[in-house]
């Protein structure tokens, strides 16, 4: 474990459903993020929380919705998605948004969309 | 913006046989570099990073990169190889300076070592 817990693993839900992802962190980091993972692509970011507060949403569409109560704790909101949206969800946290410190990984919500 | 290319999508090698993997950037202003590997069914791990100073960087476990700016590239080599080092390797980049820095990853290299 790298001290950052996704659940669930894994998930399969269909077009009209809706579900959370969960991700948890108790490393005393303050900036956390939501990259998607597609074969053979770039990780993609999807949206960054600073001190709690999104900083950053990179043309995310609307059916993903983030939500970070607290520092410790970020979700992934998802409603209506599309089968293109099946790929590997990962939360990273940091100390701070500077990458010098380098980005601690969680293993990752397999998600597919049928 | 910057942008990374990784030029092999899969490496396969055997056992004991030296490695590289190709990394090369895109950037107008001072950037940070690193490698991420990730194991199956696991997150990215921090490997090795370039920050500043000397250009040869070493990771714990016998990898290392050396920064080439005339080249911008990042790539990662290793001696010798383990079955245990079969995993996907990232590269990434960022800008050394400025306040909304972020990680801009490539789109991976399959190592595979055989036995």
């Known amino acids: 474990e790298t001290g950052v817990t996704q659940t669930p693993r894994h998930l399969v839900m269909g077009m009209t459903n809706k579900k959370s992802l969960k991700c948890e962190q108790h490393?005393?980091?303050?900036?956390m993020y939501w990259y998607k993972q597609s074969a053979k692509k770039p990780l993609e970011l999807m949206f960054v929380y600073s001190l709690e507060e999104r900083v950053e949403n990179n043309s995310v569409p609307s059916r993903f919705s983030p939500e970070c109560p607290n520092s410790s704790h970020l979700f992934l909101h998802l409603h209506t998605l599309q089968p293109e949206d099946s790929a590997l969800y990962l939360c990273?946290?940091?100390?701070?948004?500077?990458?010098?410190?380098?980005?601690?990984f969680g293993s990752g919500t397999r998600l597919t969309v049928v | 913006a910057q942008s990374v290319t990784q030029l092999d999508s899969q490496v396969p090698v055997f056992e004991e046989a030296p490695v590289e993997l190709r990394c090369n950037y895109s950037?107008?202003?001072?950037?940070?570099l690193f490698w991420y590997v990730q194991y199956p069914n696991q997150g990215l791990q921090l490997l090795l990073k370039y920050l500043s100073g000397s250009t040869l960087v070493e990771s714990i476990n016998g990898f290392e990169a050396e920064f080439n700016k005339s080249q911008t590239s990042f790539h990662l080599r290793k001696p010798s190889v383990h079955i245990s080092d079969t995993a996907e390797y990232f590269c990434a980049v960022s800008e050394a300076s400025g306040s909304a820095r972020q990680l801009t990853f490539g789109s991976g290299t399959q190592l595979t070592v055989l036995p």
């Open positions: 990273a946290s940091s100390q701070g948004r500077d990458p010098f410190y380098g980005y601690t």
């Open positions: 950037s107008s202003v001072s950037v940070y």
């Open positions: 490393l005393g980091h303050n900036a």
